[in-house]
């Protein structure tokens, strides 16, 4: 085998490995991860482990994300150590602002985006639309 065929093997190898990490990994929502419709999510596997639609419906149901919009402020209450998790929409291009913790994250017009991170530090937090300077949450990390 040459140089050149191993080299481009390897390659080819990473690029496949790289591939099915980004497919396989599991969707956190952090920070800013967009799930796969249904109809993308495959329904065969090999061996015993179960089809990625039966894990999803095996794991155990949380309440729905906080939705936060212009025009009401919300409060999201958790304890230090704990992930926080909510959605930000809003009807213009702006700018979802989570200050103290300083992760911000464009908002396209009528488009929605999530938020998930662990609560660091307790306090209390102001989240706002940043262009349109209007606070739409209120983030308390008790401890």
């Known amino acids: 085998m040459t140089r050149a065929t191993r080299l481009a093997l390897v390659v080819?190898?990473?690029v496949l490995a790289a591939a099915a990490f980004a497919l396989l990994r599991p969707n956190d929502e952090e920070e800013g991860g967009a799930a796969r419709p249904a109809s993308q999510t495959e329904q065969t596997t090999s061996g015993d482990e179960p089809a990625?639609?039966?894990r999803e419906a095996e794991r155990p149901s949380r309440p729905a994300e906080p939705v936060l919009r212009p025009g009401r402020v919300r409060t999201?209450?958790?304890r230090s150590g704990e992930r926080v998790r909510f959605e930000v929409r809003s009807p213009r291009v702006d700018e979802a602002h989570?200050?103290?913790y300083e992760l911000l994250?464009?908002?396209p017009a009528g488009a929605t985006v999530r938020f998930s991170f662990r609560a660091g530090f307790e306090g209390e937090f102001e989240i706002e639309?940043?262009?349109s300077k209007e606070q739409i949450g209120t983030l308390v990390v008790m401890p």
């Open 52 to 54: 990625p639609a039966q």
């Open 98 to 100: 989570v200050h103290g």
């Open 76 to 78: 999201i209450e958790v």
């Open 105 to 107: 994250k464009p908002v």
């Open 129 to 131: 639309l940043e262009q």
């Open 12 to 14: 080819g190898a990473a």
